[in-house]
């Protein structure tokens, strides 16, 4: 039987902490190296009767590889005036995108054009890459496969407007860039790389329920062609525990006794951190030992450091690497999302077992039911509320019972061997439906 070849596309680079395409395919592709019966070079593997080619802009496991990135793709763009002009560009998000988008995407495509020629099958991250592929491709382009598994609960377009808003505030630069920021015509670029899609993968049927919401090209795809949308569950690195949880919160100031309420990600509306915070203070009338701990970036950190109550009541952490070792020192796991794709910071604190509360929104609907350990409320405070009482009330058995099912949810649904498998799997239906 001939083999196969399938492109994972991202214009970017692979790390294994901060979410979005670039974690989740550098858990895929790891997942992928697993299982694979033969490897042809760093990215190339083979498993079943599949070639898989992984073409991105590198790898960067630690954080000041990560923050060294921008830099130099500025560095390689703009010299010799980089120097220059560094302090006004290094912090805009629209600058960044554009050359990811304009440089890095183009330049991955012309270099990788022999191997994405070959490939019956193409998995990109944004309409972006499919319209560029399109583009460079040609008359090879239609027939093949396109998959489009979009990470952005919001149009990414939108989402690149609200973030590059919040970074103007304090550049002149960024904020007369993001005036004349051509937002409609990119938007028209992504949209039609998502009119050339042939199949939309999720990770559950319920996290398409945020872009029915946000795009009307998936919604109009959707109505007219549900069988076209496909589900391939994530999975994820089990969270690493090296130090002890006394040691922790030594470090953080606490003490054993103390109700630690862990919350990570970006710190805002859409995260529902603010309804978390609000929830907070309001127990701490009649609870003086819950606290909130927090860890990631976003414009509500600024806002709530200026509450007089602050200081009393959270721990804002910053940008952590040991994220196993202060979800473990921890007695819950708060994500109360508004909207919801399908958090991979939930599945990894289930590899940890510690109490997860999160709200009955898109992908996280699919967790109903799944574990007496993760509790589903509405987007209240009041529920949330309620929701923390309830978890600080129970014994300590009891709560280890709800650590060992979500370490059981975890194992049985959630780890890279399993992620591997499910994507096999959709590939294999996609090819089948195509003979």
């Not at 670039?22 to 760093?42: P, Q, W």
């Not at 127990?283 to 109550?309: C, H, T, W």
């Not at 077992?353 to 509405?378: A, E, Q, W, Y």
Request: some cysteine; charged content about 30%.
């Amino acid at each position: 039987m001939t083999n196969k070849n399938i492109l994972i596309f991202l214009p970017d680079v692979l790390r294994p902490r901060g979410g979005g395409p670039s974690t989740f395919i550098y858990n895929l592709r790891t997942a992928l190296e697993k299982v694979s019966k033969d490897k042809i070079g760093s990215d190339t593997f083979v498993t079943r009767n599949y070639v898989l080619h992984f073409v991105h802009a590198g790898i960067k496991k630690d954080l000041a590889n990560i923050k060294k990135d921008k830099h130099s793709l500025l560095k390689e763009f703009l010299n010799p005036p980089y120097k220059m002009i560094k302090k006004f560009v290094e912090n805009s998000p629209l600058i960044y995108f554009l050359f990811s988008l304009n440089f890095r995407m183009k330049k991955l495509i012309l270099d990788k054009l022999g191997i994405i020629k070959r490939c019956e099958v193409l998995y990109c991250p944004d309409g972006f890459s499919i319209y560029y592929m399109k583009r460079y491709l040609k008359d090879n382009f239609e027939n093949k496969i396109k998959l489009l598994q979009i990470h952005s609960p919001d149009d990414i377009v939108n989402e690149l407007k609200k973030v590059s808003e919040f970074y103007s505030t304090k550049n002149i630069f960024n904020k007369l860039l993001h005036h004349i920021f051509p937002f409609e015509k990119f938007s028209y670029i992504n949209n039609l790389g998502i009119q050339s899609t042939n199949y939309f993968v999720y990770p559950c049927k319920e996290a398409i329920e945020v872009h029915l919401k946000t795009n009307k090209e998936i919604k109009k795809f959707y109505d007219l062609s549900p069988d076209k949308f496909l589900y391939c569950p994530t999975g994820a690195f089990p969270l690493v525990v090296n130090k002890k949880r006394e040691e922790i919160r030594k470090v953080l100031g606490f003490k054993e006794s103390d109700f630690l309420v862990i919350f990570i990600g970006r710190h805002n509306e859409y995260k529902g951190f603010d309804i978390l915070f609000e929830a907070i203070k309001n127990l701490r009338k009649n609870y003086k030992d819950i606290y909130l701990v927090s860890a990631g970036k976003g414009p509500l950190i600024e806002k709530f450091k200026g509450d007089r109550e602050a200081g009393k009541i959270w721990k804002y952490i910053g940008f952590i690497e040991n994220v196993g070792d202060y979800i473990n020192a921890c007695d819950v796991h708060c994500i109360p999302n508004r909207e919801s794709y399908f958090d991979i910071g939930l599945i990894e604190s289930l590899s940890v077992g510690i109490p997860i509360i999160t709200t009955n929104v898109g992908g996280h609907r699919f967790f109903k039911d799944k574990s007496k350990g993760i509790f589903l409320i509405n987007t209240e405070a009041k529920e949330l509320m309620d929701a923390i009482i309830k978890v600080k009330s129970l014994k300590e058995a009891e709560r280890e019972k709800l650590k060992k099912e979500n370490k059981k949810l975890y194992q049985s649904n959630f780890t890279l061997e399993k992620f591997a498998q499910n994507f096999l799997e959709m590939i294999d239906t996609v090819l089948k439906e195509n003979n």
